[in-house]
C-alpha cells in the first residue's frame, strides 16, 4: 500500500486522477468508468483475462507492473506464467523489475511488445532516504516489542486460510506439482514451530508474522502458551524489517527487502529440503540454515546478525535495478503514455456510483465471520485513509511538489489522489 500511495502522489504532480483501492472497489471502477489507464499488479491465467477484457471494452490502457516479478522457484515456472504469451496478447506496456527477468522470459515477448525495465516502487522505498517516512511506526512497534526476532512466514498452500481443498483448485492449473508444494509448506510449518519454541527459550522475544493467506489461527495455538511469543499482522513490512534485531524467514520476498535496508536476511528450511519447491532468490540473498541447532547457536552467539557483506550481490542490480528512480520512470511513463492516449478526461463518479461504492463497503464490513471474509480482511489491513493520509504527509515532508497533492475518501477502502 505504502508504494502505491507514492507512486498516486507522483502521477497526481502531473494533474491525473488517481484511485488507490482493494481489488473489489478497482474492479467495479473497471466496468464503470471509461478511458483511463488501469495499472495491474500481476497475471493470473483464467482471472486476469476477464478484468483486461473489461478494461479494453471501456477503452482502458493496461500497463502491467507485476508485484511478484523476481521470486521464482529454480524452473522459472512462476515468472514464465505470470509473463506468458497470453499476458502480451492483452496488456499495452510492460515494465519489469530487472534484465534478469526480462532475459528469462524474451522468447515470449512479442516482437511489438511495448517494454522497459524500470525496476519497482516497493523497493524504491527501501532506499534510506525513504526510511524515516517510517519512524512513527517503528516507534509504535519497539515501544510494544523492544528487541524481537521477527519471524516472516510464507507457508500459505500448507497453511491456508481456506483450506487445502481450495489451494488445489485455485493455484493446482499454475503449479504443475501443487501437492508436493502443499506437502512441503507443511514440512516448513513443523520445523518453524520446533525452531520458534528454541528461540523462545533463548529469552528472545518473538514476533511472527504469516503471510496474509495463511491461517493465523495455527500460530495463536501453537504459542498461547509462550509469553515472549507474539503474533502481529498488520501495516506494511517495511517497519517490522526496520525495527527488529534479526529476521528469520523461509524462503520469502521480505528476505529482499531485508537486504535492501542494509541487513543480513536469515533463511531457515527442513533437513533435506527439495530445492525445486522452494523460492530460489531469497535463499542467494540470505545466510541460510536448515540445521535447527546450528541457528539456534548463531542466534545465541554475540556477532553481529546484521552485519552485512553481500550489498554488491548481483541480484540487486540484475533483478531489481535498485539504481534506477523506479518511481520517477514509471510516472513519467505513464503521465507520456497517457498524452498519447486520448483528449479525453476521466470522468469523476456521479452520485449513484459513489452511492453504490459506500453500501458495498457497509456490506463488507458487516459480513459473516467466513474464511472469505477473514482473507478479505488480512489482505486489506494497512488500507485505510488514516493509513494513507499519514503516508501522505510523510511524502510531503519528504518532497515539497506533494504539497497540493489531495486525498479524498470514497469509502473504507477507496481514495481518489489529485492535484489541488
Not at 25 to 49: A, P, Q, W
Not at 57 to 74: P, Q, R, W
Not at 234 to 262: K, N, Q, R
Request: hydrophobic content about 35%.
Amino acid at each position: 500500500m505504502t508504494y502505491k500511495t507514492y507512486l498516486a502522489h507522483c502521477l497526481s504532480t502531473f494533474g491525473h486522477k488517481c484511485y488507490l483501492g482493494s481489488k473489489s472497489d478497482i474492479s467495479y471502477l473497471t466496468r464503470s468508468l471509461r478511458d483511463y489507464i488501469y495499472l495491474d499488479k500481476g497475471f493470473h491465467k483464467g482471472v486476469s483475462e476477464k478484468i483486461y477484457e473489461t478494461v479494453k471494452k471501456n477503452n482502458g490502457t493496461i500497463i502491467s507492473l507485476d508485484e511478484e516479478g523476481a521470486v521464482d522457484f529454480s524452473d522459472n515456472s512462476t515468472l514464465l506464467g505470470r509473463y506468458s504469451p497470453e499476458l502480451f496478447k492483452h496488456v499495452d506496456y510492460v515494465f519489469f523489475w530487472g534484465r534478469h527477468q526480462k532475459s528469462i522470459i524474451k522468447k515470449q515477448i512479442p516482437e511489438n511488445s511495448k517494454n522497459q525495465i524500470t525496476g519497482h516502487p516497493r523497493f524504491e522505498l527501501l532506499k534510506p532516504k525513504f526510511h524515516n517516512i517510517y519512524d512513527n511506526e517503528i516507534n509504535r512497534i519497539k515501544n510494544i516489542y523492544k528487541n524481537f526476532v521477527l519471524i516472516n512466514t510464507n507457508m500459505s498452500f500448507g497453511n491456508n486460510i481456506k483450506g487445502d481443498s481450495f489451494v488445489i483448485s485455485n493455484y493446482g492449473s499454475r503449479f504443475k506439482n501443487i501437492t508436493k508444494i502443499i506437502k512441503s509448506d507443511k514440512d516448513k510449518l513443523i520445523a518453524f514451530k520446533s525452531l520458534i519454541k528454541g528461540i523462545s527459550k533463548l529469552k528472545k522475544n518473538i514476533v511472527i508474522r504469516p503471510h496474509p493467506e495463511e491461517d493465523i489461527s495455527f500460530y495463536i495455538d501453537s504459542f498461547k502458551d509462550y509469553s515472549n511469543i507474539n503474533v502481529a499482522y498488520d501495516g506494511s513490512v517495511i517497519p517490522w524489517l526496520l525495527s527488529c534485531d534479526l529476521m528469520i524467514h523461509p524462503d520469502c520476498t521480505t528476505a529482499i527487502e531485508y537486504l535492501f535496508i542494509g541487513k543480513n536476511p536469515i533463511s531457515f528450511l527442513p533437513e533435506n529440503f527439495d530445492s525445486e519447491l522452494v523460492t530460489k532468490l531469497p535463499l542467494e540473498a540470505s545466510t541460510c540454515f536448515s540445521n535447527e541447532l546450528e541457528i539456534l547457536k548463531y542466534i545465541d552467539s554475540n556477532k553481529n546478525h546484521n552485519d552485512l557483506k553481500n550489498m554488491n550481490h548481483p541480484l540487486i542490480e540484475d533483478y531489481f535495478s535498485f539504481s534506477k528512480p523506479s518511481t520517477k520512470l514509471i510516472s513519467k511513463e505513464i503521465n507520456a503514455i497517457s498524452l498519447r492516449k486520448s483528449p479525453e478526461i476521466l470522468k469523476p463518479l456521479n452520485i449513484k456510483q459513489k452511492l453504490y461504492l459506500i453500501l458495498k463497503s457497509i456490506r463488507t464490513s458487516i459480513s459473516i465471520n467466513s474464511a472469505e471474509s477473514k482473507l478479505i480482511r488480512n489482505k486489506l489491513k494497512g488500507l485505510s485513509y488514516a493509513s494513507v493520509i499519514d503516508f501522505s504527509s510523510e511524502f510531503k515532508n519528504l518532497d515539497k511538489k506533494f504539497e497540493d497533492i489531495k486525498i479524498s475518501k470514497i469509502n473504507k477502502t477507496l481514495f481518489l489522489f489529485s492535484n489541488k
